[in-house]
């Protein structure tokens, strides 16, 4: 409704008076404080120096130092779910993303678009005079939205942010990061050789976001969501970094674990008495073969030194990304805004098992079920955390850096996966300096906390629609009252197969192995801990507390049926990635794509995993031609047309698997022609990739020939898109430098075709679709 007014009008204007009354400019409670969330990926609570963990984090300790440091804090144990409660406030599958943005099934609570009545704190900050930043991940926007020409409906722009500078994706490669801002798509500002590393550029950009809000409005207080890629794989970090932990971890995960929870003890965070549990928990019919650790006395002296080293670079990668957050610190401080700043310095879910019990080198290996190889890890060790690797540590150390607690990232109904670092910094509103809190609390309690903390509510009502309430507290009372029992009084849990429920103390986990494709939920085995005497969830309590287990088993099914629950998907990581999900574009199996345009993201872009594909590309040929025709992912997986001395080349860059499979034509002549491929699959191979053979073309006439095979999975969970006329980010092959432009000639397009027609019939129409003239 609009807002009524209350001057006067009359003929003339100078016989008027206007009305600028304070809904027109919205004004925020006096007072109110800046909010700084700082949320880091994939991070267990026993890898940070404040909470006893070997990973030295300076800025964090001078948080944690002079603000409070909780030990109960829990996520949804998965990225986009607990990022989109930090959204919106409410339960992840309320807001229909229960897992990731490439995993929606289209039911209720996993269709990947926050409802209309789950309104965003940026958008009730902003109405109410706050300016509004984000910086870094997002990984809440459907995948089919993630491209130029898709909706924008829940890019952050529109869902109640000012500016954005980031990623949309769940990851990128931190050297040559897939950047968008605001409403479109750019190129990084410079390369590594010059200095670049996505957590220094994110860093500059937050504190110029900063500084421009300041420079034009220093009276209105703000919000900034600052998400770095850290410490989500790929795990990059400058050597410097990497350097200053060399040995730290030659004792192996299974030390660490207990050299962790005797500081943890000492330091307060966990209390006297707290067990370890167990490296392999569950039983071995309900238990991922991916997610098993490996005993560290059972290792090869090879593994030894590459999963130390693998630990090392993750480190190096952590505190990295923690001394850019030192900047922004070092000028809130300088500019005097620090004593007004809430920051909250978190993690939204535990460490990451995604390396597999061996690493990797890749970890799209991970997403393509296709083993790591000792041998290809040990010769890239050197490389490790360079723009040569993709690489992430193996389950070890994502057990050991969520100890006390059982498993890691994914597993909701454990600790490990939902108990993460969670320090709140604020001089001007919290006396206590350097102390802990111990009340259970839980992602859906940020936002009533930073709407507390700014003198507002949650409307009711918002844009015409009555809003979801907040099942979440404010943690406002845990600053004054150390020993004040929790307000949180239930807290429910549900991913990919793994349930879980607090309440009151007490917990029930459902016993299933996350995205094993097992089904019988009905089937589950509850266990049963009293989490306020036991901490760390060793002790199951079941057999003792039947009537307890059925109390909360039942409180689970309420929960689940008023947040939109069910059904549960415990399908394959392969399955849920590759399904097939609606788009606004009508099925189709021939693709045009023109160059002088951006890069097509990995989700929108054509499909050509398991199958048959052809790709022709139409050009006019001068005597100097070179370059890219048709680029799609990277060198750790991806396919490349390019023209070099003189030659097509087409490269199946299989997983980052050296070598890279090349095929390459006689030298080319100058003028018109249609340069293309086909594969054609006749089978698969030992871990389902295809297998088959691929022909290079110049014009009607076959060049070259030979085997090759392909990938099933997606080349990158995501970015790294597809590119006509140059490749972007990092490269396919290692053949050509980064961006390496078509020049000399003209290329019209390049046609890609997925159905039954063969190539030659694809090169009459790609002449007919692209005219030379």
Known sequence: MAKEFTGKIALDVRDSEPDWGPDLLPQPPEGAPNVLVILYDDTGMASWSPYGGRINMPTLDRLAQNGLTYTQWHTTALCSPTRSSFLTGRNHTRNSIASLMESTNGFP???????????????????????????????????????????????????????FYGFL??????????????????????TPEEGYHLSKDLADQGIKMLRDQQASNPSKPWYMWFCPGANHAPHHAPDDYIAKYKGMFDDGYDAYRGWVLARMIEKGIMPEGT????????????????????????????????????????????????????????????????????????ADNGASGEGSPDGSVNENKFFNNYPDDLAENLARLDELGSPETYNHYPTGWAAAFSTPFQMFKRYSQYSGGTCDPLIIHWPKGIAAKGEIRHQYHHVTDIVPTILDLAGLEMPEVYRGVEQAPLPGVSMRYTFDQADAPTRKKRQYYNMIGTRGLWQDGWKVAATHAPITGHGHFDEDEWELYHVDEDRSESKNLADRHPEKVMELVAAWFEEAD????????????????????????????????????GAVPEGVAVNVRGRSFKIAADVVLEGDA????????????????????????????????????????????????VLGMEFVREGAGEHKESV?????????????????????????????????GFDSADTVSRQYANPFP???GRLLGVVVDVGEEQYRDLELEALAALSRE
């Open 109 to 163: 609570g996993n269709s990947g678009r926050i409802p209309d009545d789950c309104a965003t704190l940026a958008h009730i900050l902003q109405d109410n005079g706050y300016s509004t930043f984000w910086l870094g991940k997002d990984h809440n926007v459907p995948e089919q939205d993630n491209s130029s020409g898709g909706s924008r409906r829940q890019w952050p722009l529109q869902m109640g942010f000012d500016r």
């Open 169 to 190: 994706g769940g990851e990128t490669n931190q050297w040559y990061p897939d950047l968008a801002e605001d409403n479109h798509f750019i190129e990084q500002p410079y």
């Open 275 to 346: 067990e370890l549990t167990p490296f392999n928990p569950l039983p071995e019919d309900q238990a991922n073969p991916a997610d098993h650790v490996k005993p560290w006395d059972a290792l090869s002296d090879d593994e030894k030194r590459l999963f130390a080293r693998m630990a090392e670079v993750f480190a190096g990668f952590s505190e990295y990304t923690d001394a850019q957050i030192g900047r922004m610190v070092d000028y809130l401080e300088a500019s005097g805004q620090l004593e007004n700043t809430v920051i909250f310095y978190c």
């Open 562 to 597: 008023a947040n939109y629950g069910l059904p549960i998907d415990d399908r394959t990581a392969m399955e849920q990635l590759t399904l097939d999900r609606p788009t606004s574009e009508p099925a189709r199996t021939r693709f045009i794509y023109y160059p002088d345009s």
């Open 626 to 673: 070179e370059g890219v025709l048709f680029a799609h992912g990277s060198r750790f997986g991806g396919h490349a047309l390019f023209i070099k001395d003189g030659k097509l080349h087409y490269v199946y860059n299989f997983l980052g698997i050296p070598p890279e499979q090349t095929f390459v034509s006689k030298e080319l002549t100058p003028g018109p022609h």
């Open 692 to 724: 088959g053979t691929c022909t290079l073309y110049v014009d009607d006439e076959v060049v070259d020939q030979g085997p090759m095979r392909a990938q099933v999975g997606k080349f990158t969970l995501c970015g790294d898109g597809l590119c006509v």
């Open 742 to 744: 078509f020049t000399g």
